[in-house]
Structure formats: structure tokens, C-alpha cells
């Protein structure tokens, strides 16, 4: 069975800093890796994905996210926060063969303080 | 753009009652999830259809909780009956499915039951 661990319930950073929310995992065989975010009371919102190829992968609103397979780790990053990018994000895996649906971390609550 | 669409936004209801959640797919995509996701923690999937077949439902909990897809498009999830601990955010995913799934899950906005 496929898991996901969100070591920190929370992250605070200062506007204008770099941020990364981490993420670590274990999967049967070759993962397929995601991360989404959310606001309150709206669903989840795809951010990026780590299928093949490339280790460093880039997403939405400047979002990037680093695959190491050898730390099963699939750290969430950005070179500069903002304030609107205060939310909840969670790391998602599923195998890459069998079960399609996502298992999903715990989350994290991102801060960005002004 | 295409979105999830999902109904009701918010449901109270007492313990014991029947209570539905309908999920509109975005149009094209075979596959169709529930994940309920509990205050705090992330969601965890409840039932998995691929086009009107249900092809995951291992952790749904049968002996209260329905699904169905009848014609390979929208889906309704049912309770019944309520009970206090299925007060969660039910969400609502889809996802192209077959050959030319990019993987990714586009979520709904979510119902949000509160069982009083």
C-alpha cells in the first residue's frame, strides 16, 4: 500500500522569501507524484505532477517541485512568496501501474506573513 | 473552463437520515472519484468509477454508504443513514481515463455535511 507523509502541519515563511513544504513517500514501483492546494471550503486545485523524465518539475503560479527517487522525497518549492499563496497544500502519490486514485498526505498550512 | 460541478454546497442533516451528493464530471472524462476528506486530514478515497463500472470500492462503507454512475456520466453518492462521524467535506474528482490520461484530478468544490 502506497503512503505519504507531510512531516510539518504548518509552514511560515515571509513575503518575498523562498519556500518549500516537504514531502516524502512510499509507493510500489515507479510513482506518479502530485501536489494540489486549497483554500477554505473550496476543493483541491492541481498545482503539478511528476510523471517521467526531468527530476525538477514546474507548475502553476510559479510553483516547482524537486523528485529524488533515492530520499522518496517530492519537495514542494517556490523562489519567492506571496501573500495570496497562504493556503493548504497536500502531496499526492498513486502507483505507476494498478490503483488510479491518489493517496494523499496529511497537508500542510502554508503562512506568508507581510 | 471545464469544472467539476458538485450539489449540494452544504447539507445539515439529523443522524439516522438519508442524505445524496451529486457530482457533475467534467464532460469526456471516463473516470470519476468520491474522496472524503475528514477536518485536518487529507482525502481518502471512498469509490472509483471507470466510465458506469465501479471498479474501486474498498473502502467504502457499504452497509450505509451507495454509488452510482448509471449512464457513465454524472454520479450520486448516498448515506444512509447519517451518522455523527460522516460529517467531512465529500469531494468530487474526475479524470480523463483510457489511453490519453495526462493523470491528473480535477477536483470539485465540494459538499460539506454536517450530521447533527
Known amino acids: 500500500a502506497q503512503s505519504v507523509a507531510q512531516p510539518e502541519d504548518q509552514v511560515n515563511v515571509a513575503e518575498g522569501n523562498p519556500l518549500t513544504v516537504k514531502c516524502t513517500y512510499s509507493v510500489s514501483g515507479n510513482p506518479y507524484l502530485f501536489w494540489y492546494v486549497q483554500y477554505p471550503n473550496r476543493g483541491l486545485q492541481f498545482l503539478l505532477k511528476y510523471i517521467t523524465g526531468d527530476n525538477l518539475v514546474k507548475g502553476s503560479y510559479g510553483f516547482e517541485a524537486e523528485f529524488n527517487k533515492s530520499q522518496t522525497s517530492f519537495h514542494l518549492k517556490k523562489p519567492s512568496a506571496l501573500v495570496s499563496d497562504s493556503a493548504l497544500y497536500f502531496c499526492?502519490?498513486?502507483?505507476?501501474?494498478?490503483?488510479?486514485?491518489?493517496?494523499f498526505g496529511s497537508g500542510t498550512r502554508l503562512q506568508v506573513q507581510p | 473552463e471545464a469544472e467539476v460541478a458538485q450539489s449540494p454546497r452544504y447539507k445539515i442533516t439529523e443522524k439516522s437520515q438519508a442524505v445524496a451528493f451529486w457530482c457533475d464530471p467534467i464532460?469526456?472524462?471516463?473516470?470519476l472519484y468520491w474522496y472524503r476528506q475528514i477536518l485536518g486530514q487529507g482525502p481518502e478515497l471512498l469509490v472509483q468509477?471507470?466510465?458506469?463500472?465501479?471498479?474501486?470500492d474498498s473502502q467504502l462503507p457499504k452497509d450505509r454508504f451507495s454509488a452510482e454512475r448509471l449512464k457513465g456520466v454524472d454520479s450520486t453518492l448516498k448515506i444512509q443513514p447519517a451518522e455523527l462521524g460522516d460529517s467531512a467535506m465529500y469531494l468530487c474528482?474526475?479524470?480523463?481515463?483510457?489511453?490519453?490520461?495526462?493523470?491528473?484530478?480535477?477536483f470539485g468544490p465540494g459538499t460539506r455535511l454536517t450530521v447533527t
Open positions: 464532460s469526456g472524462h471516463a473516470t
Open positions: 468509477f471507470q466510465d458506469e463500472s465501479v471498479v474501486d
Open positions: 474528482a474526475s479524470s480523463l481515463g483510457g489511453p490519453q490520461d495526462s493523470y491528473e484530478q480535477y
Open positions: 499526492a502519490v498513486r502507483p505507476y501501474t494498478g490503483r488510479r486514485a491518489l493517496t
